[in-house]
């Protein structure tokens, strides 16, 4: 069965404080893993898809990266702005009607 | 210019009654999906819809049944409502076909209260 765990489920940094998020994943035949931020009373918002081992992404703070069994979420220097929480999730060939399977997020907190 | 909208944001609503939410997306997306959010943020497939082509998680009640009018718009309706029903439902969308998927696209939820 196709699963993702992310750690930590919760993570505090002061502003500038880098550190990273890990998404640990199983699954048959991997098509994408995807990161998504989502803010409190929102629905998700896509960041990235990674589709092989050895790619990595960037978006201003945010760095993604990908190995055959878990990809990391690296913030660099993050500020109070960055706090939500970061969802990982994976699109294998076993899912049935292209459904991502999610992570339980982890939820960050930056404060100034 | 709302990519996916849902209705309504908040639903609050007594045992045992019916309700539906509705979804509709403007991204010509072929692909429609409803998600639920528990309290613990956790989201868990409910249905997938593609050209008519509905792909049920086994373990969503009966109670549950979305309902595609067009490409465009997935409902879901809800019977009988129960105290356990009570989360964050998700509508979602995407482009799907050849070797790599694109994105979901998500609407901004509709919280579900059953008192």
């Known amino acids: 069965e196709d699963q993702v765990t992310q750690s930590p489920e919760a993570l505090r940094l002061q502003e500038g404080e880098s550190s990273s998020l890990n998404c640990s994943y199983t699954v048959s035949g991997l098509r994408g893993l995807f990161w998504y931020r989502q803010d409190p009373g929102k629905g998700p918002e896509f960041l990235f898809t990674?589709?092989?081992a050895g790619e990595e992404k960037e978006k201003e703070r945010l760095k993604a990266t990908l190995t055959k069994k878990e990809s990391f979420l690296h913030i660099t220097a993050p500020k109070p702005e960055d706090s939500a929480t970061y969802l990982c999730?994976?699109?294998?060939?076993?899912?049935?009607?292209?459904?991502?399977?999610f992570g339980k997020g982890t939820t960050l907190s930056v404060s100034s | 210019d709302t990519a996916v909208s849902q209705t309504p944001k908040y639903l609050v609503t007594q045992m045992g009654n019916d309700k539906s939410i509705k979804c509709e997306q403007n991204?010509?997306?072929?692909?429609m999906y409803w998600y639920k959010q528990d309290s613990k943020k956790f989201l868990k497939i409910m249905f997938s819809y593609n050209n008519k082509e509905l792909i049920i998680n086994e373990t969503v009640p009966n109670r549950f049944s979305p309902k595609s009018p067009d490409k465009a718009h997935l409902n879901l309706h809800i019977n009988s409502l129960e105290l356990g029903d009570s989360a964050v439902y998700f509508c979602?969308?995407?482009?799907?076909?050849?070797?790599?998927?694109?994105?979901?696209?998500f609407g901004n939820g509709t919280r579900l209260t059953v008192t």
């Open positions: 991204l010509g997306h072929d692909t």
């Open positions: 990674l589709y092989s």
């Open positions: 999730a994976v699109q294998g060939n076993n899912q049935a009607g292209t459904a991502l399977i």
């Open positions: 979602a969308s995407r482009r799907t076909g050849g070797s790599y998927n694109s994105p979901l696209h």
